[in-house]
């Protein structure tokens, strides 16, 4: 009776309460990888988004403790490395972790203005995060030309 149970248990998890769930923050980044076609290049996307392999990974991660920033700076890198990129597409990425984008968070505002302009660049970013006295993102393993 108790495997039935279990067995019961796992069925009611699997079919009702992880396709509510919908896709991990990570699960989501790698959907999104796919959709442009970057899956196989991961060095191209974390070297634009001016992270360290090792953040990447563990971006990548199922178990990932990467914050929005973290992925909202990797999407950079995706349209860097894409050339195309839209505000809906990165909206959808970071619901899956839980975050949203606030246009009354100045940093947030310059994020989607940036994206809908197609200013992909990191270092452009943080140089309009700093116009704004915005946290910057921390760039890894690039310089600035």
């Known amino acids: 009776m108790e495997d ?9 998890v699997k079919n009702f309460i992880m ?3 919908g896709l991990s923050l990570s699960g989501a980044l790698r959907k999104l ?4 076609e970057l899956l196989d290049k991961p060095s191209e996307v974390y070297l634009r988004a001016g992270v360290s392999r090792q953040m990447f990974h563990n ?8 914050g929005k920033r973290t992925f909202v700076q990797l999407a950079f890198g995706i349209g860097a490395a894409c050339g195309d990129l839209a ?11 839980g975050y949203v984008f606030s246009p009354s968070d100045p940093s947030d505002a310059i994020f989607m203005r940036c994206i809908k302009d197609h200013v992909f660049n990191v270092f452009k970013v943080n140089d309009l995060l700093h116009a704004h006295d915005c946290p910057l993102f921390e760039i890894h393993g690039i310089r600035r030309h």
């Open 4 to 12: 039935e149970d279990e067995g019961s248990g796992q069925r009611i």
């Open 19 to 21: 396709p509510k769930l």
């Open 33 to 36: 990888l796919k959709e442009k």
């Open 87 to 97: 505000v809906d597409e990165v909206e959808d990425l970071l619901r899956a972790g």
């Open 59 to 66: 971006a990548m991660s199922y178990r990932s403790k990467a």
